[in-house]
């Protein structure tokens, strides 16, 4: 009977919620977490409190050594390090770049999670611009690391479908859970040295962009679908909005809709005009909008200095019936 191979020095590099879900699958496993990096505390909420990324306070809750270097580029910071005398670093939405000698420091050298298909997606957003793009499915790749972005062989893939439900909240939640499992089964193959990198294909390189608030306004005009698939995929940041009252009016959920409610019971349209933008009818379900094709259902807005509410509610106090979106 052959021996199972010994436990992995593991060193963890993350910092948003994202990454927590496989700091926590290493805690539970046998591997063992030497240290772990995140970014230096940032100021958060209405008092700009400096606060402690989730990765740092659940490794404070399991009295795990942290650093938090603004840059890796030092010699010292490399040096300390590579004292850590780790087999693998993980790395998973960590935020800082990492040199050549931090990424050859540990003896199987860096892997990364990233929450898309690699070559597809690579970059600061993958998870939104899969959704905006009406992509059916997506996933998580593992990755050895190199000094390019996201170009680094593959070692192991999982997929996702994309369903017209998912904004990019539920999809970052359940591609979380994805990648620590992900991240088991190819540290369980490195161990057993079965690892077998995969060459990205360049030429179906695609580049997720980072997020804007100024992109997430909404162009009426469009079809109904590039809408809708925005206001899913910019859910929770930076929230897809247009403008009431010369405020924003953030909108928080839609869906595609033909003039029928729910249910099957028909609208009252407003008759005079469906020009993009134009409030075509309202009922419990929410606010049927006109867009550059057909109506889609507005189910939550967010008013100016008010919390995310049902759109038939924000409707109650307001003259909407035939309003224009601007």
């Not at 990205?200 to 109904?224: G, H």
Request: with cysteine; proline share 6%.
């Amino acid at each position: 009977m052959k021996n199972s191979p010994p436990p992995l020095r593991i060193i963890f590099a993350g910092t948003p919620e994202f990454s927590v879900s496989a700091l926590t699958a290493l805690l539970d496993s046998e591997h063992e977490v030497v240290a772990v990096y995140t970014q230096p505390d940032r100021p958060a909420g209405r008092g700009r409190k400096l606060t402690a990324s989730p990765v740092k306070t659940l490794a404070l809750q399991h009295n795990l050594p942290v650093y938090q270097p603004e840059s890796l580029k030092s010699e010292e910071a490399q040096q300390t390090l590579e004292a850590l005398n780790a087999d693998v670093m993980i790395v998973v939405a960590y935020g800082l770049l990492l040199p050549k000698a931090v990424l050859d420091a540990p003896k199987d050298g860096c892997l990364n999670i990233h929450a898309s298909l690699l070559p597809r997606w690579r970059g600061a957003a993958p998870i939104q611009r899969a959704i905006e793009v009406g992509d059916a499915k997506t996933g998580v790749t593992i990755m050895q690391m190199d000094i390019g972005l996201d170009t680094g062989d593959m070692l192991y893939k999982v997929s996702t479908e994309i369903t017209p439900e998912d904004n990019a909240s539920h999809l970052h939640d359940r591609l979380s859970a994805l990648g620590a499992s992900a991240l088991m089964q190819t540290l369980k193959a490195l161990q057993l040295q079965q690892l077998l990198p995969e060459k990205q294909d360049e030429s179906c390189v695609t580049y997720a962009k980072k997020l804007t608030k100024a992109e997430a306004e909404i162009q009426w005009n469009e079809p109904a679908e590039v809408i809708v698939r925005k206001i899913q995929a910019f859910n929770p940041w930076p929230i897809a909005f247009t403008s009431f009252q010369d405020k924003p009016l953030r909108i928080g959920q839609a869906s595609l809709q033909s003039k029928q409610g729910r249910g099957g019971e028909n609208f009252i349209s407003h008759a005079d005009s469906e020009k993009s933008g134009t409030v075509l009818a309202i009922d419990k379900s929410g606010m049927m909008v006109a867009t550059g094709s057909q109506p889609i259902l507005i189910q939550q807005v967010q008013p100016s200095g008010k919390k995310m509410m049902s759109a038939y509610d924000f409707a109650q106090s307001r003259a909407l019936l035939g309003h224009r979106f601007l």
